[in-house]
């Protein structure tokens, strides 16, 4: 399966850099983003699947990023972990009321804030720590890399069976074909947006192979989604 990635807003090179280093050990893709409008744009256009981010930015804190990106329908799935040196009950609070899904006091354990990642990739990226996925009557066995619809087991490349992980982890979300290509190739390969249509309708052909409905909806203008 494609690495997860984490999206690391941290003003501070010299701390973003000891971040983007720690949790690339771990065997994650790092992104990395210097203020708040760069870290927007990032995760509207990669969709990262943990942002860890600092409360203290310039000009846009990391409060008002936070609610941003759980106000839009698209991003508010992404889990968010805060960083803050301020430790009082009402700024955990406030962080947490704004959106965050974690919130980390300074300073921190290197240790601690992995595990937290951990923890929260297993809600946004289940196939990435081999949970076993539900869909309807299709289900995946992200361990074993096999896949049953109506208990019967289903013939899929490796390719189809990435594309079909990232939808089942979300369902009903739409992925844009760039999405798709960033989550399912990597971003290090190119790969023509019209690859994915290809793939899509191989899966499709898979997933119906023994009858029942197409479970995977174009979305026109948009993309794909599951349901």
Request: negative net charge; glycine residues 6%; charged residues 30%.
């Amino acid at each position: 399966m494609p690495q997860p990635v984490v999206l690391v807003v941290e003003d501070d090179p010299a701390q973003r850099e000891v971040l983007a280093y720690n949790i690339r050990a771990e065997g994650y893709l790092v992104e990395t983003a210097e203020n708040g409008d760069e870290a927007l744009l990032m995760v509207q256009e990669h969709a990262p699947d943990v942002v860890v981010l600092d409360w203290m930015l310039p000009n846009v804190s990391g409060i008002e990023i936070c609610r941003q990106i759980k106000a839009k329908s698209e991003t508010r799935d992404i889990p968010v972990i805060m960083l803050s040196a301020r430790s009082e009950e009402t700024d955990r609070v406030r962080g947490l009321e704004t959106g965050a899904d974690d919130y980390v006091v300074k300073p921190y354990s290197v240790a601690e804030l992995l595990a937290r990642i951990r923890t929260q990739l297993r809600r946004s990226r289940p196939s990435a720590v081999g949970h076993r996925l539900e869909f309807e009557d299709v289900v995946m066995d992200v361990e074993e890399h096999r896949v049953f619809r109506s208990d019967v087991a289903l013939k899929l490349g490796p390719t189809e069976f990435r594309l079909l992980a990232t939808f089942m982890e979300r369902p009903g979300r739409v992925w844009s074909r760039e999405q798709l290509l960033d989550r399912v190739w990597g971003r290090d390969i190119y790969v023509d947006t019209r690859t994915v249509d290809v793939h899509v309708g191989r899966l499709r052909k898979a997933l119906c192979a023994n009858g029942g409905r197409d479970p995977v909806r174009t979305v026109r203008g948009a993309g794909y989604a599951l349901g």
